[in-house]
């Protein structure tokens, strides 16, 4: 089964807003990657955050983790249209070589 | 960031058939990895192709099904063998990019099996 669990499923914001999407995990990771996909196609490789690290930033994006709740958030801040997609948590679990499991993913609407 | 590209960038098949998705990249890398994701769904892990050894496949998948190779250090084709309705997806390939633990994906396949 999936290890990762992402809420909310689906979310609709106004431009200018923030947008938060949480995911949670079941094992130990390596680390934890976010990801975007527009409509269905190829994944946009967004930060990856170690498993002994807390928060890491790259532009509108903050994604914290907190290993004691395996859990991770991914914050976008001024939210545009542009950002309309699906993003996924995916973990590198610890002691598999390569293998990313993924969430189920939010679908970030943006209105204009 | 690796780049990568797949071929067909997508198709529509007849049960029964089979077809075959390349991926390349413009690096060498050890490890190539190929997902599926089915409509709606999020990614699952098909096998890990490394050059040199046989394809290691998840719990699910079979390497009869899903063939794959591994030739040189920059090329991986994945095969959909026998198809059915049911194997209508995006098939993708991955690679490990420069900074250490971070995958890069190919903009996948879209394969529609009528």
């Known amino acids: 089964s999936q290890q990762g669990e992402e809420d909310p499923q689906a979310l609709s914001i106004q431009e200018g807003e923030n947008a938060t999407m949480n995911c949670s995990y079941k094992?130990?990771?390596?680390?934890l990657q976010w990801y975007r996909q527009n409509s269905g196609r190829g994944l946009v490789h967004l930060i990856l955050i170690r498993s002994n690290e807390r928060e890491k930033h790259s532009g509108r994006l903050r994604v914290t983790l907190d290993t004691s709740k395996k859990s991770s958030s991914l914050l976008i801040t001024a939210s545009r249209a542009a950002d309309t997609a699906s993003y996924f948590c995916a973990t590198d679990v610890w002691g598999n070589t390569g293998k990313l499991i993924f969430g189920q993913g939010t679908t970030l609407q943006v209105k204009p | 960031s690796a780049v990568i590209s797949q071929k067909p960038s997508r198709d529509i098949c007849q049960r029964g058939t089979s077809l075959t998705i390349q991926c390349q990249v413009d690096s060498q890398v050890t490890m190539m990895f190929w997902y599926r994701q089915q409509p709606g769904q999020s990614l699952t892990l098909i096998a890990t192709?490394?050059?040199?050894?046989?394809?290691?496949?998840e719990s699910g998948f079979v390497i009869d099904k899903f063939p794959i190779s591994r030739p040189n250090l920059t090329f991986s084709t994945l095969t959909v063998s026998n198809m059915s309705p049911e194997d209508s997806s995006i098939y993708l390939c991955s690679v490990y990019g420069q900074v250490r633990g971070e995958q890069y994906f190919g903009p996948g396949t879209r394969l529609t099996v009528t």
């Open positions: 192709a490394n050059q040199g050894s046989e394809a290691t496949y």
């Open positions: 094992t130990s990771i390596n680390n």
